[in-house]
């Protein structure tokens, strides 16, 4: 099969219904109130090296259901839809809520558990969850195999009775500092092509070490290392040599593009009203470049909700969105000029200095969730079959 001959997709209906409609409203109006955008303006005050936690903001959204709506409601949700957890997404991403615990612990770690954890697992974990009174965290990438699973060193040994003891090193994971549970990847079988098991980590066990290393951001990466933890069998996520087929359904989900999205959306509507005639044609095709990239990830979000995780269209999302960001990055910049180029601590710094946290954070887009370049393979050789 050709470029030039393949199959048109069935495109999904992406509109919202009335009741979306409203939740949408709902979600923001809690979002945009004097309390939580107080939480949003202490936080973007922070001085570096200081990074948000857990949020009071998290908490008003889990006493409504609203911090994972899609759960159900034994597990603090409201029992929805992808669309209506995208929605929070987005909102607090919009409103200038930070969203990386939120998205990490219950976008993904959640998510995943709720799918394919046991009824104990998601007993224990999930409503602390859901309410915003627990973080938790991916431990997947690794020193010198980076992201590249096939080459990773962290072993799970047995341990008699159906259990595991876990040794290596993870880094580059995000908010280990705040979260009380990983979901942790090792290999149970090694060889040429390692079997992996996923397990749940509680991250204040004896043996486990966090150490917080430099970063480009304001979000600090951690480096784990891992020393003999015990585990049982009911810290094994799915069946114990699984997890290669886990963890691709898990980047699925984590690929929407609705975060990626709204992070650089936020970062063009902060300048909006400071574009002039001269420079409104590329703020016109930046704006446009970014309205195609919020259709391609709602397309996603509904595929979801029609139960197909489709793994082509998530990298496409990914990678047309996460390519914009150090575009408008740089067109916030030339608007704001030198003065956009000043911190958050700096006096006079337009903005609270936002322009500047936008060029640290563009260039992490692309890495994050998966590199351009691994979209782009994945694009390549499951869609356009080029190689």
């Avoid at 990830?297 to 960001?325: C, I, N």
Wanted: hydrophobic residues 40%; aromatic residues 6%.
């Amino acid at each position: 099969m050709t470029a030039t001959n393949l199959p048109v997709a069935e495109v999904p209906d992406t509109r919202p219904t009335p009741a979306q409609h409203a939740f949408r409203a709902d979600v923001r109006a809690l979002l945009r109130s004097p309390r939580v955008q107080e939480e949003v303006e202490r936080i973007r005050r922070l001085p570096p090296g200081e990074e948000p936690g857990l949020l009071e903001t998290y908490r008003l959204l889990g006493e409504r259901g609203w911090l994972a709506p899609s759960w159900p409601e034994r597990y603090g949700g409201s029992g929805l839809g992808h669309h209506e957890s995208a929605v929070v997404t987005e909102e607090m991403i919009l409103a200038g809520v930070p969203d990386d615990a939120h998205v990490l612990g219950v976008d993904i770690v959640g998510r995943f558990v709720l799918d394919s954890g046991t009824d104990a697992q998601r007993t224990r974990l999930l409503p602390s969850l859901a309410r915003g009174e627990q973080i938790a965290t991916v431990l997947f990438t690794e020193p010198q195999a980076g992201s590249d699973l096939g080459r990773m060193t962290t072993r799970a040994e047995p341990d008699g009775d159906g259990a595991w003891r876990l040794y290596g090193t993870k880094v580059f994971n995000q908010k280990s500092g705040f979260a009380e549970t990983a979901l942790c990847a090792a290999v149970t079988v090694p060889g040429t092509m390692p079997s992996i098991g996923l397990f749940l980590l509680p991250l204040r066990s004896p043996g486990v070490t966090i150490r917080t290393l430099p970063n480009l951001t304001d979000d600090a990466f951690c480096e784990i290392s891992i020393d003999g933890v015990r585990l049982t069998r009911d810290d094994v996520v799915g069946e114990v040599d699984d997890g290669w087929r886990l963890i691709s359904e898990l980047l699925v989900l984590e690929r929407t593009g609705v975060d990626f999205h709204a992070k650089i959306r936020h970062w063009l509507d902060s300048v909006a009203d400071a574009v002039p005639d001269a420079l409104r044609e590329r703020y016109t095709d930046l704006d446009a470049r970014l309205t195609a990239g919020h259709a391609l990830a709602w397309r996603m979000v509904a595929k979801l909700d029609a139960g197909h995780a489709d793994p082509v269209l998530a990298a496409m999302s990914k990678w047309y969105v996460t390519e914009q960001a150090r575009e408008v990055a740089r067109f916030c910049l030339e608007l704001r000029g030198r003065e956009g180029l000043l911190t958050n601590q700096d006096p006079g710094a337009p903005d609270l200095g936002r322009v500047e946290r936008a060029l640290r954070y563009a260039p992490t887009l692309t890495l994050a969730s998966g590199t351009s370049e691994v979209m782009l393979r994945a694009i390549a050789t499951s869609h356009l079959e080029l190689l």
